[in-house]
């Protein structure tokens, strides 16, 4: 694992990271096992757990150095551990959208690890999340959202803490990064993804620093089917031997003036004047 360059895949929901996961798995180079992992919840609730360890912090005051490398160390070879059996592959894959809000613990523990980050026009996220919720509609979402109308249904989804909302004030956040944080990321966007599936894999394996490697669109390997129903089936993961690009959803016109209102710098950094219709 030491050799390999630790990825992870983040962004926005509904924005193709299942898909993009099923392309990175292509290339001979990559080790991708495509489903979300917990290895950035672990991370992440080792700092708030070693935050609060009287033994930890009362060394602290008389060797900070040696304590805070060992915490360091530790991280370090957790992260590298969990990927164990990557093998000689010079790309390991990991997906998680928490990784964005946590670039800066994950840069300071590998600093040669990158991210992509999945992007859609999210009128569509939000019409993809409606559309499943409609062909479900028996079932409650694990935040209980069945019983809003349709419009108090996309402005809580849209929320600071609930599953677009909070993504959306991570890629607002990149906004205040240090550029050299900045170089670390790379942004796909849906639409372009499965309309130039080749072209932009092609682009994303060079950034990774690997020898070119042309995808079949019509031919796709497939790979272990993540698991739906801990999401009570509100947002599947399914893969396809082809790529087939969606058929628009339908999205209240209300709906859509808002969305494109509150969130108008997203608009204009990631889409600018060639917003999907």
């Given amino acids: 694992m030491a050799a390999s360059t630790f990825v992870g895949v983040t962004g926005l929901p509904r924005a193709g990271s299942t898909l993009l996961c ?3 798995a292509q290339h001979p180079d990559i080790h991708c096992e495509g489903r979300s992992s917990p ?38 070879g957790f992260l590298r551990g969990w990927h164990h059996d990557s093998g000689a592959h010079k790309v390991v894959i990991d997906k998680n959208r928490a990784w964005l809000h946590a670039v800066e613990l994950l840069l300071h523990i590998e600093p040669n690890a990158k991210l992509i980050v999945c992007l859609r026009e999210l009128g569509q ?21 069945a019983d809003y109308d349709r419009y108090g249904r996309a402005d809580a989804l849209f929320a600071k803490d609930r599953v677009i909302g ?7 956040a990149v906004l205040d990064l240090p550029e050299a944080v900045k170089q670390r990321l790379y942004f796909v966007r849906f639409e372009d993804l499965v309309a130039q599936p080749v072209s932009c894999m092609s682009h994303l394996y060079a950034w990774l620093g690997l020898a070119p490697f042309e995808i079949d669109p019509d031919q796709l390997m497939m790979g272990t089917q993540e698991s739906d129903s801990h999401y009570r089936m509100k947002y599947p993961h399914r893969q396809a031997t082809r790529i087939v690009a969606p058929t628009p959803h339908a999205v209240p016109p209300r709906i859509q003036k808002q969305i494109e ?15 999907p219709r």
């Fill in 22 to 24: 099923q392309l990175l």
């Fill in 166 to 172: 909070a993504p959306l004030i991570s890629l607002q």
């Fill in 39 to 76: 290895l950035c919840n672990a991370l992440l609730g080792i700092r708030r757990m070693i935050s609060d360890d009287q033994f930890f912090l009362s060394q602290l005051d008389s060797s900070f150095e040696t304590s805070y490398a060992h915490l360091a160390s530790a991280m370090q």
């Fill in 261 to 275: 209102s509150v969130w108008a710098w997203f608009y204009r950094l990631y889409y600018g004047e060639t917003l």
């Fill in 125 to 145: 996220i939000y019409g993809s999340i409606e559309a499943q919720h409609q062909r479900t509609i028996l079932v409650d979402f694990i935040d209980h959202l």
